[in-house]
């Protein structure tokens, strides 16, 4: 059932590489819910062409950008502004990368220029796409922008590898540029931590199926599906959550509170 939560509002979704990804359900959503949007993702990623199909559905434009360029970005804000007809009301940063983690490399041998990059592609680019907003005046108050995050940012989980320093870069990059950006014209930045999700990113961690499960039988409401994160995106952009910024948001089914449930006792007297 659709709300018309985001009727008339604009925006810019980052990272729709196929109909697993998070960003994808998070388009459907916010098509749904009567926005218009721009999709991006990198060049390299458009050679799959899938992203044409979701443009398709929801009458959106396409524009490749490197979320690690900022020379990418400008063209990339520039072009929606003009593509939409005027300034932003939501951009979701859904980007996440490790060579490292890619290839295999632990933590205690990983190679530096892979790390330096991990940290650029899914910390630092956060902060090009809010700088390079906030420049080019692409925000309307009230506006709200949103990074995927992951618990690993303040819990040690040995495969999640270089990408939990990357993630704890995006969580207080949200907080930093939140104070800047609220103080500009009152646009809300927010990080939510979502559960695992089976996704490219997500299955491309070692032993994810084993943590997926774990996090499921952790978690009180069962993991957070890439369904209910979109709601929880839709909200976030919608005029109902205001006030809320600065906020590392946990969209995990209790995960993050949870000691041990019955489920893990019984998994463990096995
Ligand atoms: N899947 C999970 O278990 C999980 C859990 C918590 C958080 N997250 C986060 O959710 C976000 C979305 O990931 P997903 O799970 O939907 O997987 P996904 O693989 O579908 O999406 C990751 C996206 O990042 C894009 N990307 C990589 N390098 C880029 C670059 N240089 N410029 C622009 N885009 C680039 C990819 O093309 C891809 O579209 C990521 O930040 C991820 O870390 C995922």
Same mark, same amino acid.
């Given at each position: 059932m659709a709300y018309n939560l985001l009727k008339g509002k604009r925006g810019i979704i980052f990272g729709?590489?196929?109909?697993?990804s998070i960003a994808w359900k998070t388009a459907l959503k916010c098509h749904e819910e009567g926005a218009q949007f721009v999709l991006t993702n990198a060049p390299i990623a458009m050679?799959?062409? !899938?992203?044409n199909e979701l443009a398709k559905v929801c009458n959106a434009e396409v524009i490749p950008a490197d979320a690690t360029s900022v020379e990418d970005l400008e063209n990339l804000v520039n072009k929606s502004m003009e593509v939409l007809g005027g300034k932003l009301d939501f951009i979701l940063h859904s980007i996440g990368m490790s060579p490292n983690v890619r290839k295999g490399k632990a933590y205690n041998d990983l190679n530096y220029d892979w790390y330096l990059k991990s940290i650029d592609i899914s910390g630092i680019s956060f902060h090009k796409v809010l700088q390079t907003a906030d420049k080019l005046d692409a925000m309307n108050e009230w506006g709200s922008i949103l990074a995927l995050s992951y618990i690993a940012a303040q819990r040690t989980?040995?495969?999640?590898s270089d990408m939990a320093q990357a993630k704890a870069v995006l969580e207080s990059i949200a907080r930093s540029y939140g104070y800047f950006f609220a103080k500009k014209n009152k646009v809300r930045v927010n990080t939510i931590s979502q559960?695992?999700? !089976?996704?490219t990113a997500g299955t491309g961690v070692g032993g994810f199926d084993v943590f997926y499960d774990y996090a499921d039988k952790m978690s009180p409401l069962g993991n957070a599906s890439a369904e209910d994160c979109a709601n929880y995106i839709a909200v976030m952009f919608?005029?109902?959550?205001?006030?809320?910024?600065?906020q590392n948001l946990m969209h995990d089914g209790g995960f993050s509170s949870s000691g041990i449930t019955e489920e893990i006792v019984k998994e463990l007297t096995k």
């Open positions: 729709a590489l196929d109909e697993n050679r799959m062409g !899938k992203i989980f040995p495969d999640y559960s695992p999700t !089976k996704t919608s005029d109902f959550t205001r006030m809320v910024t600065m």
